[in-house]
């Protein structure tokens, strides 16, 4: 069973253009993380969010974590090349569930075009 | 502070063989996990470490196996190698004692390819 649903599974923009990534879950986190992730490379954390309702700015990046903490939206304005990767969010403490690790979901993959 | 390493970071093995891979943690982390990631499947967790002992562990065969040393650095085993068993293999380590709701940091991975 897939416990976070990410959406869209690819992305091919042009540079300039605005974008929004969804991670979905009917489970409750206690903390939501964004990774991106390079081929070939270990996912580099962006952001952790663990407060309902919480919005985090990195730049031209927008983390938000929906209010009942099951949800988490990545807004990137003015995508520009370099923004080019693979796109994880990570749910942990998982309620109901085991604790003590993270549960990802499958990732967006994006392409910027200059 | 240096990251998360790992060691090798590519392998070709056969199948059957077995393969042990490392991981350093960042100083001061005392929780390892280790993550397998393949295209199809993503990023599936297999298990974590804490204080040397196997706190969680993810739905994979027994050949899958790991350890924690008193310096923190763990190792994962795996035994009789399947060609499904290709895959990047990434560790990551977290400071506070419930890793599943802090902050996880990722070494590179190492890339294992069974022939």
């Known amino acids: 069973t897939q416990l976070l649903e990410q959406s869209p599974q690819f992305l091919s923009i042009q540079e300039g253009e605005n974008l929004t990534v969804y991670c979905n879950s009917s489970?409750?986190?206690?903390?939501l993380q964004w990774y991106r992730q390079e081929p070939g490379e270990g996912p580099v954390l962006l952001v952790t969010?663990?407060?309902?309702?919480e919005v985090k700015k990195l730049k031209r990046l927008t983390f938000q974590f929906g209010d009942a903490r099951k949800d988490s939206s990545l807004h990137i304005t003015a995508a520009q090349p370099g923004d080019t990767g693979l796109y994880l969010c990570a749910g942990g403490g998982f309620y109901g569930g085991s604790q003590g690790n993270l549960i990802f979901g499958k990732g967006t993959k994006l392409s910027v075009k200059p | 502070k240096a990251g998360v390493t790992q060691t090798p970071r590519y392998l070709i093995k056969t199948r059957g063989q077995q393969v042990t891979l490392s991981c350093s943690p960042i100083?001061?982390?005392?929780?390892v996990s280790w993550y397998q990631q393949t295209p199809g499947q993503g990023l599936q967790f297999l298990f974590e470490?804490?204080?040397?002992?196997?706190?969680n562990k993810g739905n994979f065969p027994g050949r899958f196996s790991g350890r924690q040393f008193s310096n923190s650095r763990s190792e994962m085993n795996v035994s009789t190698l399947e060609l499904g068993d290709s895959a990047l293999y990434l560790c990551?380590?977290?400071?506070?004692?419930?890793?599943?709701?802090?902050?996880?940091?990722f070494g590179p991975g190492t890339r294992l390819t069974v022939l």
């Open positions: 100083s001061g982390h005392r929780s």
């Open positions: 489970s409750v986190f206690s903390s």
């Open positions: 990551a380590s977290s400071s506070l004692a419930s890793a599943g709701g802090n902050t996880q940091y």
């Open positions: 969010v663990v407060t309902g309702g």
């Open positions: 470490y804490f204080s040397e002992t196997q706190r």
